[in-house]
T-cell receptor, first 114, second 113 residues
Framework: SAVISQKPSRDICQRGTSLTIQCQVD?????MFWYRQQPGQSLTLIAT?????????ESGFVIDKFPISRPNLTFSTLTVSNMSPEDSSIYLC???????????FGSGTRLTVV | LAKTTQPISMDSYEGQEVNITCSHN???????ITWYQQFPSQGPRFIIQ???TKVTNEVASLFIPADRKSSTLSLPRVSLSDTAVYYC??????????????FGGGTRLMVKP
């Protein structure tokens, strides 16, 4: 199975600033996904990031707020822009491995906005 | 995407068998049933996946009736370390759509000594 590294693992940020979260996978993957998990809640998909194309955002999430980069098959970034306390969540990167129906997740980034 | 319904929470004691049932009445022909486990401050971890009948691995068993409208995750002889949230997901691999699995609310399992 793939190893997924996320950085930072946690951060405390001032409102109005932006944070970029990095996701590094130890193998090439076509599909990468970014999820948000608010405190005590389930996971909500933010967007799908495929290399070589624009990210596809789910309803309620927009590119201006959550710009995503996918420069190659092993790396992606998610930026949380102009943060407010409502953005305090765990942000998770996940991938789909070839031949596997399901996700493999990173350990997440715990973001607190003050 | 098939919607899933699970109990919000369950309590158990060490050494007991725990069965968590998930309803997915509108499951599609190509959909698989997948269960994840999530500990606090960690990403979800794959437990088991199945299409029909019974699947067993070193961690759990998954029972799926013939109509596939529900499934039951069975954890044998749970320990305190099995305290976690368990998610049932239903979906199929779709290279174009991407989001082939949607997370429901999950079941919060508390194992007591």
């Amino acid at each position: 199975s793939a190893v997924i590294s996320q950085k930072p693992s946690r951060d405390i940020c001032q409102r109005g600033t932006s944070l970029t979260i990095q996701c590094q996978v130890d193998s090439q993957v076509t599909m990468m996904f970014w999820y948000r998990q608010q405190p005590g809640q389930s996971l909500t998909l933010i967007a799908t990031a495929n290399q070589g194309s624009e990210a596809t955002y789910e309803s309620g999430f927009v590119i201006d707020k959550f710009p995503i980069s996918r420069p190659n098959l092993t790396f992606s970034t998610l930026t949380v822009s102009n943060m407010s306390p409502e953005d305090s969540s765990i942000y998770l990167c996940s991938v789909v491995l070839t031949g596997f129906i399901g996700y493999t997740f990173g350990s997440g980034t715990r973001l607190t906005v003050v | 995407l098939a919607k899933t319904t699970q109990p919000i929470s369950m309590d158990s004691y060490e050494g007991q068998e725990v069965n968590i049932t998930c309803s997915h009445n509108n499951i599609a022909t190509n959909d698989y049933i997948t269960w994840y486990q999530q500990f606090p401050s960690q990403g979800p971890r794959f437990i088991i996946q199945g299409y029909k009948t019974k699947v067993t691995n070193e961690v759990a068993s998954l029972f799926i009736p013939a109509d596939r409208k529900s499934s039951t995750l069975s954890l044998p002889r749970v320990s305190l370390s099995d305290t976690a949230v368990y998610y049932c997901l239903v979906g199929a691999l779709n290279n174009n759509a991407g989001n082939m699995l949607t997370f429901g609310g999950g079941t919060r399992l508390m194992v007591k000594p």
